[in-house]
């Protein structure tokens, strides 16, 4: 229960968190062009402690490794090779936008045969490609596994650490950087990463205030783009950094994530709740001024009706929550963690306020 409070009292901070009234450009778009690349490429990890691929069953693993010997100087052609202290990983990186040569980044490293867990392992050099097949990366380092602790019992069997997924922190240096004409542009755009039309217009009229001849216009929901002015073409780095520095009050939609994997639920900002009475397992909720014959039954004596926050119906065995009918979903979930309701409950709980029109928010479950 201790755990189950937790996670619900998490919930709440998050449902009662207010957006910042003003928020920077820089925060919420991305400048066209300023996109990351994605990197891929086969390596090997060696110093397993017996949990690495069968090379029975993983021939290229063993293809691999006797590569990898060749190379060294090392014939192993003809040899029975049986260790088991090695695997075949796919290694993938973001390489960011201005990356340049020399420059670090971080690599994800997952398993391809049938290697129990890379914990301990050491991935060897590993070249690293574009999709235009180019090397772009070197890889090589020691492999670290994400440990996975939930914090509440009820999702504690259902989420664990994947040992064959592992990272090297900045366990790769830029061999290659990705060519960018930055200062010959006549044109920027910026994406929005929430597409808003309200957004999209007011960012560009925040530009509009500040640069002087309407160089900014929205073009959809999610795309601003603005007229570099003559004067300031020899100024780009200076002209780019004042307008990421604009500050601009975002309008967003009504949301809340659900990762059923773990039983987090995190609140969005202008979430409200519509009339409604829920009645689940052995508890009650009433949001707003309902026909309490809905949940009670008609025959229901009336001074059992007057609901005043919680209490125990003990005729029932059910407890009771009464919230206003401007009660918010901050209210509601404050009311559902008192009767004991946990995370894999309110989740369902949601969905079916959802399914009846009674929560005015996007349900994005992931």
Request: charge should be negative.
């Amino acid at each position: 229960m201790k755990c189950n409070k937790l996670i619900i009292f998490l919930i709440l901070i998050l449902a009662s968190i207010q957006v910042s009234a003003k928020t920077r450009i820089k925060d919420i778009t991305t400048k066209e062009g300023d996109r990351e690349n994605l990197l891929v490429g086969h390596g090997l990890v060696v110093g397993l402690s017996g949990t690495g691929d069968n090379l029975k069953n993983a021939v290229f693993t063993e293809k691999g490794l006797t590569d990898f010997l060749e190379r060294l100087g090392i014939n192993v052609q003809g040899a029975n090779l049986k260790t088991k202290n090695i695997a075949a990983v796919t290694v993938t990186a973001k390489l960011p936008a201005f990356a340049r040569r020399g420059n670090k980044i971080s690599v994800q490293v997952s398993a391809i045969g049938d290697a129990k867990s890379l914990r301990g392992g050491t991935l060897l050099a590993t070249p690293l490609l574009g999709a235009d097949g180019e090397v772009y990366a070197l890889s090589q380092g020691r492999i670290a596994i994400a440990d996975f602790n939930p914090i509440s019992a009820d999702v504690k069997n259902k989420s664990q650490t994947v040992e064959t997924n592992g990272y090297i922190q900045d366990g790769a240096i830029v061999e290659t950087e990705i060519p960018y004409e930055f200062a010959s542009q006549t044109m920027l755009r910026f994406s929005l990463h929430s597409p808003d039309f309200s957004t999209a217009i007011k960012v560009a009229e925040v530009i509009n205030d500040h640069i002087p001849g309407n160089t900014a216009k929205a073009l959809d929901a999610a795309t601003i783009e603005v007229q570099i002015p003559s004067y300031k073409q020899e100024e780009m780095i200076d002209f780019v950094a004042d307008i990421e520095t604009l500050t601009v009050e975002p309008d967003y939609k009504a949301k809340i994530v659900i990762d059923e994997s773990t039983g987090t639920i995190v609140i969005g900002n202008n979430v409200s709740i519509a009339p409604v009475a829920i009645a689940h397992g052995n508890l009650i909720v009433n949001v707003g001024q309902l026909n309490y014959d809905q949940v009670y039954g008609p025959d229901t004596p009336e001074d059992e009706l007057d609901l005043v926050n919680s209490y125990v119906d003990q005729k029932r065995g059910r407890s009771v929550h009464h919230l206003k009918n401007s009660a918010t979903l901050s209210d509601l979930v404050d009311g559902l963690n008192k009767l004991g309701v946990y995370p894999r409950d309110m989740i369902d709980i949601l969905r079916n306020m959802k399914s009846v029109g009674a929560l005015n928010a996007v349900i994005e479950v992931r």
